[in-house]
Structure formats: C-alpha cells, structure tokens
C-alpha cells in the first residue's frame, strides 16, 4: 500500500472515532469527496448555555435509597430540585444549602426538603 493511502484510512479512522465519542453532541455531519476536492459539512445541538435560565445549572436528586443508620445526602449549590428518595432507617438526611452557606462556612446548614 503506497503512504498516501495509508494516511488517508488514518485520518478516515480518527475522524470516525471522532464522531462516535461526540455522537451525542452531533446533529448531522457530511462529507463530499469529488475531483474538484472534499467538501464538510458538521451541526450539532443546541449548546448548553442557550438553555432557559431556570434549567440553566439544575441538581436533580432522585431515586436515592438510602437504608441503615446515618445516611446523608449534603448538597451546596442551588437550584436543586429533591424527588422520589427512599429513606428507611434512623437518621436519614438529604441536605441542600445554599452556594453562600457554603462560603461562609456554616457548621448547620438548612434543610431544604425532607423525606
């Protein structure tokens, strides 16, 4: 096999690697290979921060089991929404605080919401 045909199924094979790590991220992606040279073309998805300011950075904490004795889920940022936990036992926490609770350091941060 002559180098440029080597080189070329190189690069054909990294491109591909390329696009299956990102497939998710990619909303089309075309090449066009003729005589008069390689034409491509690549879209992907909306970018995260384009997304509505109220879903913009959300924690969601749900379908936790937490079993036993003192069993704690502590969270430090905001906009953080807490549904369908499980707690059985003793002692069962889940915690949400503030991102300025935790730049003060407090030692007892506030419970958000609790089940």
């Not at 491509?40 to 937490?66: E, S, Y």
């Amino acid at each position: 096999m002559s180098d440029t045909v080597q080189i070329t199924l190189i690069v054909a094979v990294v491109v591909l690697i390329v696009l299956f790590m990102f497939r998710e991220r990619l909303r089309n992606f075309m090449i066009k290979a003729s005589r008069e040279g390689v034409e491509a073309n690549l879209d992907t998805n909306q970018p995260a921060n384009d997304a509505p300011k109220d879903r913009q950075g959300r924690v969601n904490i749900t379908g936790n089991k937490l079993m036993g004795n003192k069993n704690r889920i502590d969270v430090g940022r905001s906009n953080v929404n807490v549904e369908k936990n499980l707690q059985k036992g003793s002692n069962q926490e889940i915690v949400v605080r503030t991102p300025k609770s935790v730049s003060r350091g407090k030692s007892k941060p506030s419970p958000k919401k609790k089940r």
